[in-house]
């Protein structure tokens, strides 16, 4: 079955500080991959995206790129800010045409302090 | 434009009792999704609705039921509550299945005592 893979957190940085998030997964077929951030009290806001291997999908100064090769789906910034807090769920969709049927890792809490 | 509006926001309910959830999708999206977030975990997926059919299920019990509605707003229901049924509903909408972005409502979060 499908399943995503997220590093263990919380994770704590310093204003301006370069993050990595680690995502791998295991998938039938092609999937296409997601980042999602839930902030304090809302509900899940898409971060970015990539459907197709080497595509990079970027927002906010996020990027990451979608690896076949290494099934990863790794994201990073380059400079965090206090508001960038927030828990970060990596997903992937493999159910093809006429569904839309997200698999979701258990989300990694990020926090960055000034 | 309003987005995804659930209801209620906070329910408390006894062991063994039956709940319903809302979902209002965002004017102009035909499907809708249904997501259980359990504390400390990511969402699950539960079901999938477009067009008023159901498109897919999640590996949920049968007391987990679900309906769309010609307006296309949803209706979760849950039969014989658990205590393990406390979580975060999410129901998320989009303009149609396949690769189209899905938009998250604030979620219902269900306490079961």
């Known amino acids: 079955g499908n399943s995503v893979t997220q590093m263990e957190g919380p994770v704590t940085l310093s204003e301006e500080a370069f993050l990595t998030i680690n995502c791998t997964y295991t998938a039938t077929g092609y999937p296409s991959l997601f980042w999602y951030v839930q902030y304090p009290g809302e509900g899940l806001q898409l971060l970015l995206k990539?459907?197709?291997?080497?595509d990079k999908g970027s927002n906010k100064g996020f990027e990451a790129t979608y690896r076949k090769e290494t099934t990863s789906f790794h994201l990073e910034k380059g400079s965090v800010q206090v508001s960038d807090s927030a828990v970060y769920f990596c997903?992937?969709?493999?159910?093809?045409?006429?569904?839309?049927?997200?698999?979701f890792g258990k989300g990694t809490k990020l926090s960055v302090i000034p | 434009d309003a987005g995804v509006t659930q209801s209620p926001t906070h329910l408390i309910k006894t062991r063994g009792q039956h709940v319903t959830l809302r979902c209002s999708p965002i004017?102009?999206?035909?499907?809708v999704s249904w997501y259980q977030q359990v504390l400390g975990q990511g969402p699950q997926f539960i079901f999938q609705?477009?067009?008023?059919?159901?498109?897919g299920r999640g590996n949920f019990p049968d007391r987990f039921s679900a309906r769309q509605f010609p307006n296309y707003s949803s209706e979760l229901n849950v039969n014989a509550l658990l205590l393990g049924d406390s979580a975060l509903y999410l129901c998320?909408?989009?303009?149609?299945?396949?690769?189209?972005?899905?938009?998250f409502g604030q979620g219902t979060r269900l306490t079961v005592v």
């Open positions: 609705y477009y067009e008023k059919e159901e498109r």
């Open positions: 990539a459907t197709k291997a080497d």
């Open positions: 997903a992937l969709d493999s159910s093809g045409a006429g569904s839309y049927q997200l698999t």
């Open positions: 998320a909408s989009s303009w149609a299945t396949g690769n189209t972005e899905a938009f």
């Open positions: 004017s102009g999206h035909k499907s």
